[in-house]
């Protein structure tokens, strides 16, 4: 009877030192916040279709492939990132909430030739 109680406690301290070696000492390991990479050219975004996480930030990489300045904008969310030719630009979003996000570049005549996309949060 003693011995197996003896067994058990054994066991179980085993496990509570494998878990909190298995997430660092106890600390819970701060995870890489999410971000994505969009390349703008004339006169497309791609992709034009991104997705993200409510309640989490998100940060946008712009990647100008083209041959002339290109912006990102999304005006619900106060994001404007201008990126020049050859350039990488990066912008975070506030905290996101649920809801579909249209983004588009704001330099004149850039939107009407379709650069436009969603960003949908979930
Ligand atoms: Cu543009």
């Known amino acids: 009877m003693h011995r197996s109680t003896r067994l058990i406690a054994l066991a179980a301290a085993a496990l509570v030192a494998a878990s909190l070696a298995a997430c660092g000492g106890g600390a819970t390991p701060t995870p890489a916040p999410p971000s994505v990479s969009i390349e703008a ?3 497309v975004f791609s992709p034009d279709k991104i997705s993200a996480s409510a309640g989490q930030t998100l940060t946008i990489k712009l990647v100008n492939k083209g041959i002339i300045e290109h912006d990102f904008t999304i005006d619900a969310l106060n994001v404007k990132l201008l990126v020049g ?4 630009g ?3 979003t506030p905290s996101l909430a649920a809801g579909t996000y249209d983004f588009y570049c704001a330099i004149p005549g850039h939107k009407e030739a379709g650069m436009v996309g969603t960003l949908e949060v979930k």
Request: hydrophobic share 20%.
């Open 41 to 43: 050219s004339e006169f």
């Open 85 to 88: 030719v050859g350039k990488t």
């Open 90 to 92: 990066e912008t975070t």
